[in-house]
């Protein structure tokens, strides 16, 4: 399976930003399909790949994946002569699953309420699978200033969702620039495939293609 073909399905300004990173992270080879919010993204052609109708997306030979973080582990697992992620049944495997998840989950949901102007109201935070957004930026804050990266000196896939998170938040003021947060974004947005991912999708868009 790791010989199959793989396409990658995207928009520049998208979260498929993170795939591509993390693409060019694993430095295999891969097709890229350019599609148009409203017109090909929501083509019969792209949503027999993507019910949705929303990129990212990634095909590699009869697999079809969406979800970012789900892309970043199906990659890391697929292609493990990258180093992306650690062994199953390793010590490490649990943390690593932990702040990948945890960046899908809380982190996700409590930047996108924080930024639609949403505050959980007193004594519901248990309704909020987050709990709070203060306390998710604390538990955040923690996690990236213990260490280079999340899983200690090992780079992981779990580092390009989670600091993608933070490095678009800060960028577009949804969370606010600690000094733990823009020193482990500055490490991670430094590494040779974040800078080549980077050029790719600032470079002039090209006419989308018709059908994926």
């Known amino acids: 399976m790791t010989d199959a073909a793989l396409t990658f399905y995207t928009h520049p300004q998208s979260r498929g930003r993170i795939v591509r ?3 060019e992270e694993v430095g295999t080879p891969y097709d890229t399909v350019l599609l148009d919010y409203g017109t090909t993204m929501k083509a019969p052609e792209y949503l027999a790949i993507n019910p949705m109708g929303k990129v990212p997306a990634i095909r590699h030979g009869d697999a079809v994946v969406t979800e970012v973080a789900a892309i970043c582990a199906y990659l890391a697992d697929a292609f493990p002569h990258a180093g992306l992620a ?11 699953y932990r702040w990948l998840f945890f960046a899908a989950g809380p982190v996700e949901a409590a930047v996108s309420n924080q930024a639609l102007g949403f505050v959980v109201p007193p ?36 580092d390009v969702y989670l600091g993608s998170h933070l490095g678009f938040g800060m960028q577009f003021g949804v969370i606010e620039k600690r000094p733990a947060f823009e020193a482990y974004w500055a490490r991670l947005a430094a590494r040779p495939a974040a800078v080549r991912a980077r050029a790719m ?5 090209p006419k989308p293609a018709a059908t994926p």
């Open 201 to 205: 999708d600032d470079a002039p868009t």
């Open 21 to 23: 990173w993390m693409l």
């Open 123 to 158: 004594g519901r935070e248990r309704m909020m699978g987050y709990g709070s957004h203060a306390e998710v930026m604390h538990v955040l804050e923690g996690a990236v200033a213990r260490s280079e990266y999340l899983l200690g000196s090992q780079f992981s896939a779990a």
């Open 86 to 96: 650690p062994a199953p049944g390793s010590r490490q495997r649990g943390p690593y």
